[in-house]
Structure formats: structure tokens, C-alpha cells
């Protein structure tokens, strides 16, 4: 069974079009778009929160 990061990124690749990380970098690249995506996440409902929290 594959991880979530590995399915995350495998999803991003083909949903985006980036290109492919190299052999040794399949790993790291996972981690990365998996970070990236959750920090993206957690900003905009971050920003929401705000947004409510004000008005």
C-alpha cells in the first residue's frame, strides 16, 4: 500500500503536469508538495477564520 505523501504527489504530477522527480528524490519531492499543499490549506483557512472572526 503507498503512502498518502506518495499518492498526494503522484496526484499533483498528473493533475499539474510538473515534471517527474528523479529516482532518488521521489521521497523528498513527496514531502514537499504534501507540505506545500497542507500549508496552502491551512492558510486559506486561516484566512477564513480571520475574515469571520473581524466581520
Same mark, same amino acid.
Given at each position: 500500500?503507498?503512502s498518502? =505523501?506518495?499518492? /498526494?504527489s503522484? +496526484?499533483?504530477?498528473?493533475g /499539474? $503536469?510538473? =515534471?517527474r522527480?528523479k529516482? $532518488?528524490?521521489?521521497?523528498l &519531492? &513527496?514531502y514537499y508538495? +504534501? $507540505?506545500?499543499l497542507a &500549508? =496552502?490549506?491551512?492558510? /486559506?483557512v $486561516?484566512?477564513f477564520?480571520?475574515? /469571520? =472572526?473581524r466581520f
Amino acid at each position: 500500500m503507498r503512502s498518502l =505523501t506518495d499518492i /498526494v504527489s503522484e +496526484s499533483f504530477i498528473w493533475g /499539474v $503536469g510538473i =515534471t517527474r522527480p528523479k529516482e $532518488g528524490q521521489k521521497r523528498l &519531492a &513527496a514531502y514537499y508538495i +504534501s $507540505g506545500i499543499l497542507a &500549508a =496552502t490549506v491551512l492558510g /486559506v483557512v $486561516g484566512l477564513f477564520l480571520f475574515l /469571520v =472572526t473581524r466581520f
